[in-house]
């Protein structure tokens, strides 16, 4: 029997541990990759900030900083912000409900996290830097300009996105104008969701000020990033095979999603909005779901309680590959409660 697993999307058949690519395999990736304990070189580091700059739009590569993946990312915005109050922890509200756990832990390890809705209703001296997330994982919310505006108004210093699903999201808008108007956001962004999954190749983009600044206080070694990631992601990003790939890659996800969402209406209450790479439904009992998909040959992840106001949700990946959502949809169209 056929069985669907949640695509790591270009890395389906390649071995990381002894180095070896299989077929089927998208050949921009190439024939070599470098070892695990191989720093990057200049060259590679260089290349991906100035094939990630492209990518995103804009003017040059001074508007992105590699980072270890969206974690090595905040790691490093906070420090950043750590340093600019004059106490040993940063007051930071998590201005959504149920962001991803990692990111909500390591926010709470640097001394303070407050955790609040889209009602602004707090005192300007309980926090002074916000967190969300853009598309908004697993509702697929987006932050919107005045959303900002008003996050800028009650004394937010500082503004972290974490944007790993943009781009899956048919409005990513123009970066520099977005920098222009609120200078003190920053976003983070991980290749993991668009073929380097597991890598840790990611980027904090913002405008060249506030990176030359983060640079300064929070020195970043060239080698945060590891070098399969620096050389992948310059070989999806910075060349046009790379890139074709992925914009018909993307433009995939998009096409299924649609349909995918139609079509888990049958097995829940559908609660994600059509902006990133997954759907979400609220269910009475999602272990029950959950096994029933398993059965089936298809992973999904069960979220219980975090999203108060949705306690129950599955959440599926939509396939990349044809033949992996004909399968989907036909295993769906047998569903019965």
């Not at 200049?42 to 804009?58: I, N, V, W």
């Not at 990692?102 to 001296?125: C, K, N």
């Not at 998009?254 to 909005?273: D, F, I, N, Q, Y």
Request: with cysteine.
């Amino acid at each position: 029997m056929q069985r669907y697993q949640i695509p790591d999307p270009a890395f389906q058949g390649l071995n990381l541990a002894n180095n070896t690519l299989v077929r089927g395999l998208p050949s921009w990736m190439g024939t070599s990759l470098p070892e695990d304990h191989v720093y990057p070189a200049e060259l590679d580091y260089q290349r991906f900030r100035d094939a990630y700059a492209r990518y995103l739009g804009l003017p040059g590569p001074s508007w992105v900083l590699p980072c270890a993946g969206a974690l090595g990312g905040l790691d490093i915005v906070i420090r950043f912000w750590k340093s600019q109050v004059p106490s040993s922890f940063v007051p930071i509200a998590v201005i959504q409900d149920g962001a991803y756990p990692p990111m909500v832990d390591l926010i709470r390890q640097s001394g303070y996290a407050s955790f609040e809705e889209w009602t602004y209703h707090l005192d300007e001296t309980e926090w002074q830097y916000a967190f969300v997330a853009s598309p908004h994982n697993p509702l697929g919310t987006i932050v919107r300009e005045s959303e900002l505006v008003a996050m800028g108004k009650f004394g937010a210093k500082g503004i972290c996105i974490d944007g790993a699903y943009r781009d899956y999201y048919l409005g990513r808008g123009d970066l520099p104008a977005l920098f222009t108007s609120f200078p003190r956001v920053v976003i983070i962004r991980s290749a993991s969701k668009i073929g380097l999954a597991g890598l840790r190749a990611g980027v904090i983009v913002a405008g060249p000020e506030v990176l030359e600044q983060m640079e300064r206080l929070v020195p970043v070694p060239m080698f945060a990033v590891p070098a399969r990631g620096l050389v992948l992601g310059y070989r999806l990003l910075g060349t046009d095979e790379g890139r074709r790939w992925l914009e018909e890659t993307v433009r995939r996800v998009r096409e299924h999603r649609w349909v995918l969402r139609a079509e888990m209406s049958r097995v829940g209450k559908v609660v994600s909005t059509d902006t990133a790479n997954f759907v979400t439904v609220e269910t009475e009992d999602p272990e029950k779901l959950e096994k029933w998909f398993r059965e089936q040959g298809i992973q999904v992840r069960v979220l219980i309680n975090r999203v108060r106001q949705y306690p129950n949700l599955v959440r599926i990946t939509v396939p990349e590959q044809a033949s992996d959502m004909e399968y989907v949809l036909e295993r769906l169209g047998r569903y019965e409660e």
